[in-house]
């Protein structure tokens, strides 16, 4: 791991942890000075949820404590937990891999721990490799960013299920939504465009931690006819002192880049929007500085932030600005573009951004166009959003076409809140 080694700041991996958690408690108590993480809750306790269990941990580097070790590090170094393998996502255990990649199989040169990769890995293929790792028990903790298409909260999906076939325990040791959780925004997903960016019909904006997520899969999605082994033996272990209306810089935890092209807590607030330009032509800002903040392609100029700005959209304004990618789309070429800047971040509504981007990138470039693959419409869950710009439909019509569905969503999402 880059971030964390045995014996690096030599403190508890736990610090100042408040109580244990449980799945689905409610929030007591007052406000703590920062919030302490599903981790610290565990470890608080004495891990006594992993008493007796052969473990394996879904992890990148993110998995850190208050102290900034790591939690594989910590685990390890403590005799009353059986760590026995180590489980990377997308992007890989270290992180080190770009979208779409991973880092294999190996091992962890600090701890000796078998490194398995479960990236394009699901079903019955993922619950082999649970029992050839010879886990008891998965413990899932990683930091997501909000957005339905960000695959982390399907690996927690993919692993819940595989771990239901091999008969084995997820434990969610859960942290921040670092855009807030608030409410839900954006399209339903529609079963037939399910892929590793959306399983299941959730909203694209969800709102919600990953415990929450994990009950709400439990409880909607691992159950019935297509899944006979039935739900996974779940317990989530949740966070003290979160609170639904808290960005990420009010929570008093150090801020891990959770992939390559998320540094801050700035691009993830942004990211629910603009990452709909994967589906474009048009670069999303990778290999900048800023991705997800600006924007652009060969050929664009003022006009598309002048024609966003006259959208008035709630939070945010658009400036012309220039970049050139260092890679992805338009490596090392001149974009013209826009780059957002979120003046009000309780205002500002990612999603709503993104489609109003795509409007108004299409009336005013004429190079505009979608992939060839009509990617955008697994990232928004249907070809409405696409069919609808094309058509010329505006911001609120495209708005309003989800609005039923969200509704739905909500309601459903209301039952599994841990926090106020």
Same mark, same amino acid.
Request: net charge negative; aromatic share 6%.
């Given at each position: 791991?880059?971030?964390?080694?045995?014996?690096?700041?030599?403190?508890?991996?736990?610090?100042?942890?408040?109580?244990?958690?449980?799945?689905?408690?409610?929030? @007591?108590?007052?406000?703590? *000075?920062?919030?302490?993480?599903?981790?610290?809750?565990?470890?608080?306790?004495? $891990?006594?949820?992993?008493?007796?269990?052969r473990v394996g941990v879904v992890t990148n580097p993110t998995g850190i404590t208050a102290?900034?070790?790591?939690?594989?590090?910590?685990?390890? *170094?403590?005799?009353?937990?059986?760590?026995?393998?180590?489980?990377?996502? *997308?992007? %890989?255990?270290?992180?080190?891999? +770009?979208?779409?990649?991973? *880092?294999?199989?190996?091992?962890?040169?600090?701890?000796?721990?078998?490194? $398995?990769?479960? $990236?394009?890995?699901? %079903? +019955?293929?993922?619950?082999?490799?649970? @029992?050839?790792?010879?886990?008891?028990?998965v413990v899932f903790d990683i930091q997501d960013v909000g957005a339905r298409f960000y695959t982390y909260v399907w690996t927690l999906y993919d692993c819940m299920r595989a771990a239901a076939l091999a008969g084995k325990s997820v434990v969610v040791l859960d942290r921040p939504n670092p855009v807030g959780g608030r409410r839900a925004a954006g399209p339903v997903l529609e079963r037939p465009y399910a892929s590793f960016v959306g399983r299941e019909p959730i909203a694209l904006a969800h709102g919600m931690t990953a415990a929450e997520l994990a009950l709400l899969f439990n409880g909607e999605f691992l159950r019935g006819t297509a899944f006979p082994q039935g739900p996974v033996r779940l317990l989530t272990v949740r966070m003290a002192g979160w609170r639904r209306d808290s960005f990420f810089g009010a929570t008093g935890l150090p801020w891990v880049p959770p992939s390559p092209n998320v540094p801050t807590p700035d691009t993830a607030l942004a990211y629910a929007g603009t990452c709909l330009f994967e589906g474009t032509n048009l670069s999303e800002g990778r290999g900048t500085t800023t991705p997800f903040e600006v924007v652009g392609a060969e050929g664009v100029d003022r006009r598309w932030a002048e024609a966003a700005n006259g959208l008035r959209l709630p939070g945010v304004w658009f400036r012309e600005t220039w970049f050139t990618p260092s890679f992805s789309k338009h490596s090392g070429k001149v974009c013209g573009g826009v780059r957002l800047i979120v003046h009000d971040r309780d205002a500002f509504d990612p999603v709503r951004t993104g489609i109003g981007l795509l409007v108004t990138a299409r009336r005013v470039w004429s190079g505009f166009a979608w992939r060839s693959d009509h990617w955008i419409d697994r990232l928004t869950g249907s070809d409405r959003v696409r069919t609808m710009v094309d058509a010329g439909a505006g911001v609120s019509e495209i708005v309003d076409d989800w609005s039923s569905g969200l509704a739905r969503f909500a309601a459903v999402r209301e039952k599994y809140l841990l926090y106020p």
């Open positions: 791991m880059t971030l964390s080694r045995r014996g690096v700041l030599g403190l508890a991996g736990a610090v100042g942890a408040l109580g244990t958690g449980s799945e689905a408690a409610a929030a @007591t108590g007052p406000r703590s *000075e920062r919030v302490r993480t599903g981790f610290e809750q565990l470890a608080a306790d004495g $891990y006594a949820a992993l008493a007796g269990q102290d900034a070790r790591h939690l594989v590090d910590v685990l390890h *170094e403590d005799e009353r937990v059986d760590l026995v393998a180590v489980f990377g996502p *997308e992007h %890989g255990f270290r992180g080190t891999a +770009q979208a779409g990649g991973s *880092e294999g199989a190996g091992r962890d040169p600090a701890t000796g721990l078998p490194v $398995y990769d479960t $990236y394009a890995t699901s %079903g +019955q293929q993922l619950a082999d490799l649970f @029992t050839k790792a010879g886990v008891d028990t």
